[in-house]
């Protein structure tokens, strides 16, 4: 009987370390898989670090290339302006006059988008009262 229980013992102990062993040569694989992943992770970063870096690398302008193109700018802007002549004058006059007339005549609804849209009227302003006592 103590045969067997000691032959028992013996198997469990080297099913034990069987699977003991092979648990250790997994976790060797593993880690060294880890490890080699890792690596090629920390490479691949450091050269999308390199790429970005690189792409961000330009020339900052001075302060007078700025300033020319500021300048070249509104030069653009500027040159598309005019003075206004008499015809804008008449016709800006004609269409505030248009506008006076053909206010009153809309429907209430149509009114109301038209004072949203527009701006209001210029209105002539009061004289200050006099105050006397």
Do not use: W, Y
């Not at 976790?27 to 792409?55: F, P």
């Not at 988008?113 to 210029?122: C, H, Y």
Request: with cysteine.
């Amino acid at each position: 009987m103590d045969e067997v229980v000691i032959g028992c013992l013996l198997g469990c102990f080297v099913l034990n370390f069987a699977v003991l062993r092979h648990a250790l040569v997994r976790m060797t694989q593993d880690k060294a898989e880890a490890i080699a992943r890792a690596e090629s992770l920390r490479n691949d970063l450091g050269s999308a670090l390199q790429n970005m870096v690189g792409a961000l690398d330009f020339d900052i302008p001075d302060i007078h290339t700025i300033r020319d193109t500021i300048e070249e700018s509104i030069q653009g802007i500027m040159g598309t302006f005019h003075q206004p002549t008499g015809q804008d004058m008449i016709l800006g006059a004609i269409s505030q006059l248009v506008m006076s007339k053909v206010m009153p005549q809309m429907p209430p609804a149509m009114q109301n988008i038209a004072e949203q849209v527009l701006p209001p009227a210029i209105q002539p302003a009061e004289a200050p009262a006099d105050n006397e006592n």
